[in-house]
Nanobody
């Protein structure tokens, strides 16, 4: 069993930077592909970024590519999402998710474990 807890959300101004963290319990974190998803008000949850178990492969949605960076520290059972040049449209609840296999995925249904989310609000 893996439990995921996100942190680092908050209220920031457009153009600012913020780093989200997701800490996992359980011994399988180091062998799990990880992902970040987000859900804006009134919209479906969408893929943001994903990383494989040894950080050699990452993928991003087109909307965040070049602004967001996903990384992980397996020694600390933590995955990060560094967000730069934040925009109003980045406002959403951000969810961390873990797969039961090593690789990346952009597909929500490929993830077995989910955190409860952390709210990011970007203001003008």
């Amino acid at each position: 069993q893996v439990q995921l807890v996100e942190s680092g959300g908050g209220l920031v101004q457009a153009g600012a930077s913020l780093r989200l963290s997701c800490t996992a319990s359980g011994r399988t974190f180091g062998s799990s592909g990880m992902g970040w998803f987000r859900q804006a008000p009134g919209k479906e949850r969408e893929f943001v970024a994903t990383i494989n178990y040894i950080s050699t492969t990452t993928y991003y949605s087109d909307s965040v590519k070049g602004r967001f960076t996903i990384s992980r520290d397996n020694a600390k059972n933590t995955v990060f999402l560094q967000m730069n040049s934040l925009k109003l449209e980045d406002t959403a609840v951000y969810y961390c998710a873990a797969r039961q296999t090593y690789t990346t995925s952009r597909v929500e249904s490929d993830y077995y474990y989910w955190g409860r989310g952390t709210q990011l609000t970007v203001s003008s």
